[in-house]
């Protein structure tokens, strides 16, 4: 098992500053968890999606797994090695084995930093090439994502979006990583731009032999490039499709009204979509399931326990009462 | 490997040719090497020692003799006007690398670590800009006593502030771009963030403040030389002739007239060299 | 009840000064009175100042030349004083992000009041009523009550429906949408383009959605044009173009979607939109096009008619039938 994450809890506390606190009262106000007892494992060469939308802590997850910010308890393996408990130092130098990919080309890299500039740094600080074989490198990196070489010696400013997303990807395989985490790394591109990006991932994981963590809120691009699919929602992950799973099999409801959500080319996807019509500022509940505020099949055990997730047969895992209850009465 | 077609027409060569066509640069520079290079040559091309007095009798207008005139003790002014050149340049530029660096690099840190590192620059920013500028210079400068070093000490006991409140801004509002975000996930130390990644996209400011501080500083040095708290006579210096000839501004008002004209043609060239930096780096390297 | 007229954008062109680059090339399209049209198009092709230039709101630097009329109105001809009239009366538009039209120092309520009073001369208190009804029209619940938070109390889908009922206050007879749900969730893009459509169908209005995706379109829009480096490539009845799409640039973009997959790649456009300033004569999208051949890129080449309603800027349709095997999109639509 390449990458483990054990019951990630991350918590951001809305603080009502220093006067309440020195007059004892309490210092955080009670919210729900931005990400709560979520697990991941994934095998080498392995790749699972997530999906989910704003709110649901995917990103929080995200950001967890690469250790971009400590989770509130839990722990984050990567072969056998505990990088929660990790130092400063010791972190620093093992983040190089997880890298991500980001939502927006357009921030993710430095305006004032040339292409190639970009591309050696990470090869100079983790001393991965000898320095005369830098140089080569960097072509070869600018190759394998489709880039010309004399983008070396170009400013991002000179790139389209899509072409800016390649050398973000550049930039995280130069640093020869284990684990390659994809948070969105499409939606802010056009369409036929995600199409070529989504191509190169794909073949860079196969050709590289990557183990892949792909986030997004639309279900068929995770499926396309991540076969076993977690579905969040509130911090938690509700769902688990395994590969062989079709997507019109999932169980939780929200998987389902995901489904049935999706845009589609049929003229008439309308009908049937959007049936939740939920008050959607109203925040989640602060017990039990989070999903019960807008979940046609809430009953009681819902207001109060957070349901967890149970296995209903090969691989496939839902954290719902409402099906597990169904299915257990079979 | 999808094909890619070629990178964009405009390339960053073809764009740093537009914008250095600029005249305001031209200019700016040009005048500024001028005046530097008077400067630096002053005791060769001066026609007179700048502190021989009465060659002449004092105070005489411009003449062929003397192009600039004479002082009331007789000194060419011409002279010292190009001899004050080395003072005033010196005084604009020490002026301001000082305390850009000071201020440059407690701002990076306060504006990318945030939290109570920033919270006490905060203040300290608050308590030192209440003040006048040129009031706490001149306190300064009357608790350590006149002369040029503790001028200079004084200057970037004060300046800095101005330039680590522009910085830490800036750095505020970098530090939550992806590309820091990225670097921090590179594994690369803080330092490294810092200067390599977080430094240079937040200088400028900080730089074109520098154009105007230069200005400042000439100034406040004019200033104090006024008060008989800067230079000290005889070594000639813009303000402190200004100062010195403030009583014959009716009488031969030539001897105010040319220190005052060097202040503001250095000041001018100065400023627009600031003017064009902000305009040429935000055009090269807009994200 | 405003008498309902038909858009007609007759070779509208959109011209940068600066550049003197034409981004919006002789486009031409009707809207008939209460019709969903859809403008499908990536970044750059031009659909948002396409639609930003019928209500004369380009951006500084960019002029506008064409005719387009509104019934029997020639909008790029009005004065200033009589567009601004128009604009939010009798035609309104709403954008991706609802915070370009919520002040954030206005309470909602008083922001949609605003409107209704502008263009209704209604009095404060009627106009408030109305407001509280265009929110719960739009479904905000507690309406009352919550018009009177400010616009950062809301998510974001529920300000782009308080975005909706500004738009729609004052009972506009034709709505330019761009790009309204592009920046929500999933769940959230299909309840707010149910309501567009719910709202289009109760107030008889005509809607002009564009998209870079066609599945909104798809699912909203009565006929569809989709827009190209700044020209229409294809026009035609939503359920024909995607049944049997007449371009080379559609079908591509259809592809590109995760759900046309019926092998192992996606089927990706090769290469990038073209800069609009080095456009050959003829076709924009020749040199990403499988099917080009010299004569596509050689002279400019007009919209013809495939089928009834149905155009298409290409020369070489009858080797498209190659590319739409394998469109899982076409079988699917074929009900």
């Known amino acids: 098992m390449l990458l483990i994450a054990e019951h990630l809890t991350k918590t951001y506390a809305h603080r009502r500053g220093w006067v309440p606190a020195a007059a004892g009262r309490r210092v955080h106000d ?177 050709q590289l032999g990557l183990s892949m963590i792909f986030i997004s809120h639309d279900l068929h691009v995770v499926r396309y490039i991540a076969p076993r699919i977690a579905v969040m929602f509130g911090g938690r992950i509700v769902e688990i499709l395994p590969p062989g799973i079709p997507l019109e099999s999932a169980r939780h409801p929200y998987t389902q009204a995901l489904l049935a959500s999706r845009s589609r080319l049929e003229p008439g996807w309308l009908v049937g979509a959007g049936e939740l019509n939920a008050d959607l500022s109203a925040s989640l509940p602060a017990t039990g399931c989070p999903f ?25 895992a839902v954290a719902c009462h409402y099906v597990t209850t169904a299915s257990r009465s079979y | 490997m999808s094909a890619v077609s070629p990178v964009a027409a405009t390339g960053p060569a073809q764009r740093r040719r537009g914008a250095t066509a600029s005249w305001t640069l031209r200019f700016g520079l040009t005048g500024i090497l001028t005046v530097g290079t008077l400067a630096t040559f002053a005791p060769l091309i001066a026609p007179y020692d700048p502190t021989a007095l009465g060659l002449a009798s004092g105070l005489q207008p411009p003449s062929a003799a003397h192009w600039f005139g004479t002082d009331q003790l007789g000194r060419d002014i011409l002279t010292r006007v190009l001899y004050a050149a080395r003072i005033d340049l010196q005084i604009g530029t020490i002026g301001v690398i000082i305390p850009l660096i000071m201020g440059v690099v407690i701002g990076l840190f306060a504006g990318y670590y945030a939290g109570w590192p920033d919270a006490i620059l905060g203040r300290v920013i608050d308590v030192v800009t209440a003040f006048p500028f040129l009031v706490l210079v001149l306190a300064i400068v009357a608790m350590l006593g006149p002369g040029l070093r503790n001028f200079y000490i004084a200057i970037s006991l004060v300046s800095w502030v101005a330039y680590a409140r522009i910085v830490r801004g800036e750095a505020l509002s970098v530090r939550g771009r992806g590309y820091i975000l990225a670097a921090r996930s590179l594994g690369y130390s803080d330092a490294r963030i810092v200067f390599r990644h977080l430094l240079p996209n937040v200088i400028v400011p900080a730089l074109v403040f520098g154009m105007s501080d230069f200005v400042l500083d000439i100034l406040a040095g004019a200033s104090l030389g006024f008060f008989g708290l800067g230079v000290q006579p005889p070594t000639p210096e813009w303000g402190v002739m200004i100062a010195e000839g403030r009583n014959f501004i009716i009488t031969a008002p030539w001897v105010v007239i040319f220190p005052g004209v060097a202040i503001v043609v250095t000041s001018f060239f100065v400023s627009l060299i600031g003017d064009s930096v902000s305009d040429i780096v935000r055009r090269v390297h807009a994200p | 009840m405003r008498p309902k007229d038909a858009l007609r954008v007759e070779t509208l062109t959109v011209t940068f000064r600066s550049s003197g680059h034409a981004v919006v090339r002789g486009v031409s399209f009707e809207i008939a009175a209460g019709e969903a049209f859809g403008l499908v198009g990536e970044s750059g092709s031009g659909k948002s100042l396409t639609c930003r230039a019928i209500l004369r709101l380009l951006p500084r630097g960019a002029s506008a030349a064409g005719r387009v009329t509104y019934g029997a109105r020639s909008l790029l001809e009005l004065g200033d004083a009589e567009m601004q009239t128009l604009r939010g009366s009798t035609i309104a538009m709403i954008f991706q992000d609802p915070m370009t039209a919520l002040n954030p120092v206005l309470r909602v309520g008083d922001a949609i009041a605003q409107v209704i009073r502008s263009h209704e001369g209604l009095g404060a208190r009627a106009a408030r009523t109305r407001a509280i009804e265009m929110m719960e029209r739009v479904g905000i619940r507690d309406a009352a009550r919550r018009a009177a938070a400010y616009p950062h109390e809301f998510s974001g889908g529920m300000r782009q429906r308080i975005h909706i009922a500004m738009a729609l206050a004052a009972r506009p007879t034709l709505l330019l949408a761009d790009e309204p749900t592009t920046a929500l969730d999933v769940i959230v893009q299909a309840e707010i383009l149910r309501l567009l459509d719910d709202l289009r169908r ?69 290469g990038v939109p073209p800069d609009p300033g080095r456009l050959p004569p003829g076709c924009a999208f020749a040199s990403r096009c499988e099917l080009a051949v010299d004569a596509c890129s050689a002279a400019p080449i007009a919209l013809s008619q495939t089928a009834p309603g149905h155009w298409s800027r290409c020369i070489r349709i009858d080797r498209l039938d190659d590319m739409r095997r394998g469109l899982a999109a076409a079988d699917s639509a074929c009900v």
């Open chain 1, 30 to 206: 009670a919210v729900r968890p931005a990400l709560a007892d979520a697990s991941l494992s994934l095998e080498r060469g392995e790749s699972i999606g997530i999906v989910g939308e704003s709110g649901s802590g995917k990103s929080t997850f995200a950001r967890c797994l690469a250790l971009l910010e400590r989770p509130d308890s839990g722990r984050v393996v990567l072969d056998g090695t505990d990088l929660t408990g990790l130092g400063t130092g010791p972190l620093r130098r093992s983040r190089r084995r997880i890298q991500v990919v980001f939502q927006d080309p357009y921030s993710s890299l430095n305006p004032r930093l040339t292409v190639g500039s970009t591309l050696r740094e990470v090869l100079l600080v983790h001393r991965l090439v000898a320095r005369d074989r830098i140089a080569r490198r960097v072509e070869e990196l600018l190759d394998q994502v489709g880039l010309p070489a004399r983008a070396v010696d170009r400013y991002p400013s000179d790139f389209s979006g899509g072409q800016r997303q390649r050398i973000c990807i550049a930039r995280a395989l130069a640093a020869e990583p284990e684990v390659l985490i994809a948070d969105e790394p499409v939606s802010a591109l056009d369409v036929s731009i995600q199409a070529q990006i989504l191509n190169l991932l794909a073949d860079l994981r196969t």
């Open chain 1, 292 to 316: 019960r505020g807008r979940c046609p099949h809430a009953f009681e055990p819902c207001h109060e326990i957070d349901p967890p997730a149970r296995d209903i047969g090969q691989g496939h």
């Open chain 3, 202 to 270: 109760e107030q008889g209005m005509s809607l002009l959605l564009v998209s870079h995706d066609f599945r909104v379109v798809a699912g909203v829009c009565d006929r569809v044009a989709v827009m190209y480096a700044g020209e229409l490539v294809e026009l035609g009845p939503t359920r024909t173009v995607l049944q049997r799409p007449e371009h080379p640039y559609t079908i591509g973009l259809m592809n590109s979607l995760p759900e046309a997959v019926t092998g192992e790649r996606l089927r990706a456009i090769p």
